[in-house]
């Protein structure tokens, strides 16, 4: 799936449901997304994301104008519709696309009862004008010959905030297998149901529609169990690799909190941001920390992010309100803090004491970017979390304190050497603010994470073997020994992960997966 094809379709003022542009010129959609359900119908088409995205850096990337379209085609016995572009959208290619006139391929699953993994990203109800990714599974309903979507990620409180996910693109093994249609109200939005784009293959009003717009028919792509499960769940699973020891700490000290207890805060030292957003990633998804923290069922939302200051060079008390606390005050669901005035530690502890505002956060601090001022602003930012631990105790309250303890890169050497500006030094006071917390008992250290060997792959290859049965043992062994082979003397988590992604692509299909 890329960002760049995911789309929002308004119809007049409103968002009225999600697409995916299957070439630049067309996107397909659910028919009932479409108002009024007549070819020529205008409406705006919105990408989520630019093709070049990538390259930019995060604080650069916009979301892309709207571009205006047109309903060009209605399946009459099925719910799906292609809306055709009035000018073309910048896309990146598609993996394994036949070229520029060809659309992207479609999956095709079996006519059986397997389910599969899936996902898809659209513009439902519940998360405003954000986008959601569903994590799922699907399998087929036979004597509807559609799809049920079994959600496994935290449906929204009630099946009506759905509205606007519909038109939804679902991909398994890595290709559009559906386009959501509706949600089904009797499992509380849960599982939603999709048309299987197979059913397009055999539409004759499709193929002539892209046929008109000298569009080749898509190519059909298999989907078996096996390929949807190792290209999907392998890659799912990437923050499975070592840091069991970390994990298990930290589960670990949260198992043996009281009910109401003092907001706790971990200290983890690492090397890059990769390390520690992986680290996150799994603690997200324990069910401990889930439980503790009250968000069993909300997935990502668990442990929240909180900026620090990418400025070199920092007002510590302008950025502690402007940043911190302010960011502090927006997870939580409150107003904005005053300027100047001190935090309203009652206010914040009764917030979190609710049930409803999240208890888990984490923040990086990056050594590399932390000049002048960051030592100031860390000394605020836990003297805030000090005073916290002050007040009468609550619900478990988790910050995970994460350092980047990596030397800023090397001085490049200047063209015109007298006209060289002398490069800055991290805060040398970081450790001693860091010390000063330590030493009032105010963190809870972890060992360092390291970066990944030899060793650490056995493990995680042997837990893909079990969660992807029943997948033959030789597949596994050419990712076990390819991963051997460029890992050498250890490697730091940011490169295993283009590794992993390098191979997977130069693996598929995986040697005897179906096609």
């Avoid at 030899?454 to 990712?479: G, K, M, N, T, Y």
């Amino acid at each position: 799936m890329q960002s760049d094809r995911v789309v929002e379709i308004t119809f007049g003022k409103l968002s009225a449901g999600s697409g995916y542009l299957i070439t630049p010129r067309h996107a397909l959609t659910a028919r009932h997304v479409c108002e009024p359900e007549q070819v020529g119908a205008a409406c705006q088409v919105r990408p989520l994301a630019s093709a070049d995205d990538a390259l930019k850096p995060v604080s650069e990337r916009v979301r892309p104008d709207a571009v205006g379209g047109r309903v060009g085609w209605l399946s009459a016995a099925q719910d799906v519709a292609v809306i055709d572009l009035d000018a073309p959208v910048m896309v990146g290619s598609f993996p394994g696309q036949a070229g520029p006139g060809q659309p992207i391929p479609f999956g095709i699953v079996p006519y059986d009862q397997t389910s599969h993994v899936c996902d898809g990203t659209g513009f439902p109800e519940a998360s405003g004008t954000e986008d959601r990714t569903l994590d799922a599974t699907l399998v087929w309903v036979m004597a509807s010959r559609r799809f049920d979507v079994n959600v496994r990620n935290g449906p929204p409180r009630s099946y009506k905030l759905w509205a606007g996910f519909s038109g939804t693109l679902l991909f398994a093994g890595g290709v559009p297998v559906g386009v959501i249609c509706t949600v089904d109200g009797k499992w509380d939005g849960g599982v939603l149901e999709a048309t299987p784009l197979e059913v397009l293959l055999d539409d004759p009003g499709f193929i002539a529609h892209l046929a008109a717009a000298q569009v080749a028919a898509p190519e059909r792509r298999v989907i078996g169990r096996l390929a949807s499960t190792l290209l999907a769940r392998i890659s799912a699973r990437v923050y499975r690799i070592d840091r069991n020891e970390q994990a298990e700490a930290i589960i670990g000290h949260v198992r043996r909190l009281p009910e109401r207890a003092p907001p706790q805060v971990f200290v983890i030292p690492g090397l890059d941001e990769d390390e520690h957003r992986l680290l996150i990633d799994r603690l997200s998804r324990e069910p401990v920390i889930g439980r503790r923290l009250g968000r069993e069922a909300d997935g990502e939302n668990v442990i929240r992010s909180l900026p620090w200051p990418k400025e070199r060079s920092i007002n510590p008390d302008a950025r502690f309100h402007d940043t911190l606390l302010d960011r502090f005050h927006a997870a939580l669901g409150l107003p904005p803090p005053t300027p100047g005035a001190p935090p309203d530690l009652a206010g914040l502890r009764r917030r979190l004491n609710d049930g409803v505002a999240p208890r888990g956060f984490w923040v990086l601090v990056n050594r590399a970017d932390a000049f002048a001022g960051h030592a100031a602003l860390l000394r605020q930012w836990l003297g805030l979390w000090d005073s916290l631990a002050k007040l009468e105790p609550g619900p478990p309250v988790l910050l995970f304190l994460c350092l980047a303890w990596d030397d800023p890169p090397p001085e490049k050497p200047s063209l015109i050497p007298f006209l060289r500006r002398p490069q800055p030094k991290p805060d040398p006071d970081l450790e001693a603010a860091l010390a000063e917390a330590f030493e009032r008992g105010q963190l809870t250290p972890l060992d360092d994470l390291r970066k990944i060997t030899a060793a650490d792959v056995h493990p995680w290859i042997d837990e893909l073997r079990h969660v992807c049965q029943p997948a033959p043992a030789e597949h596994f062994e050419v990712l076990r020994f390819s991963l051997l082979n460029r890992i050498g003397d250890g490697k730091r988590m940011r490169g295993l992960s283009t590794d992993i992604s390098a191979l997977l692509e130069r693996l598929d299909p995986l040697p005897g997966a179906p096609r």
